[in-house]
């Protein structure tokens, strides 16, 4: 099946400092990609759509200057958190679509999650 | 609004079925989908039901879906400690999935 991968799968940071979190698509393409955040025991949340070759578009209530994503290649996304606080914590799953539209419509596959735990 | 949701905990013997339940809210849903996360893991899709089956199963899964009532329930039979984790339900919403508040499920040796 189609894997998806993040780097890193943890990271501690200062308060006031960036973090940058990779998504890549390691056997297919993906013109989208997702981001989400999870609070502990709380679902996920998706906080933006990231498009090949153009600008991510955000949900509502989050702020886009704040949460950096960049998405320059068909298998690479990346989402940057800036000036982190503690209350950007959270755990932060990528997906991402299978350009080919192998297996069925809307299917997407998740990345392993990557952990943020800012001091 | 876009809301799914689910029982927050069950809890079950190893060898009886799980049945986890999920209410959805937006009728137009092509697709209802299951997923699976273990603790501090990402998400693994267990099984998925197109919107004019009212019945998939596969294999010890068994995904029963009412549309009517927009409501989706995933049948876990023979239920083993591996089994133990959280289950998500999830509509698309466009092109935007629409995950449930999950369901922790327990089983107990």
């Known amino acids: 099946g189609a894997v998806v991968s993040q780097h890193p799968s943890w990271v501690i940071c200062k308060s006031g400092t960036s973090v940058k979190i990779e998504c890549r698509s390691l056997?297919?393409?993906?013109?989208?990609m997702f981001w989400y955040r999870q609070f502990p025991k709380q679902s996920l949340m998706l906080m933006a759509t990231?498009?090949?070759?153009?600008?991510?578009?955000?949900e509502q209530g989050v702020e886009k200057d704040k949460f950096l994503i960049n998405h320059a290649s068909l298998t690479l996304s990346t989402l940057t958190v800036t000036s982190a606080h503690p209350e950007d914590s959270s755990f932060y799953i990528c997906?991402?679509?299978?350009?080919?539209?192998?297996?069925?419509?809307?299917?997407?596959?998740f990345g392993p999650g990557t952990r943020l735990t800012v001091l | 609004g876009e809301d799914v949701e689910q029982s927050l905990f069950l809890s079950v013997r190893e060898g009886d079925s799980s049945v986890i339940n999920c209410t959805y809210t937006?009728?137009?849903?092509?697709?209802l989908y299951w997923y699976k996360q273990e603790p501090g893991a990402g998400l693994q899709l267990l099984t998925y039901?197109?919107?004019?089956?009212d019945m998939k199963q596969d294999q010890r899964l068994t995904v029963l879906l009412n549309k009517k009532d927009k409501h989706l329930s995933l049948r876990i039979a023979d239920t083993q400690t591996g089994d133990s984790a959280i289950y998500f339900c999830?509509?698309?919403?466009?092109?935007?999935?629409?995950f449930g508040t999950g369901t922790r499920l327990k089983v107990l040796a």
């Open positions: 997906s991402a679509r299978d350009l080919a539209g192998t297996g069925f419509i809307n299917e997407q596959f």
């Open positions: 056997d297919f393409q993906a013109t989208t």
């Open positions: 990231s498009n090949e070759g153009s600008k991510a578009t955000y």
């Open positions: 937006d009728s137009s849903s092509t697709y």
């Open positions: 039901i197109f919107s004019n089956m």
């Open positions: 999830a509509e698309i919403a466009t092109y935007k999935y629409i």
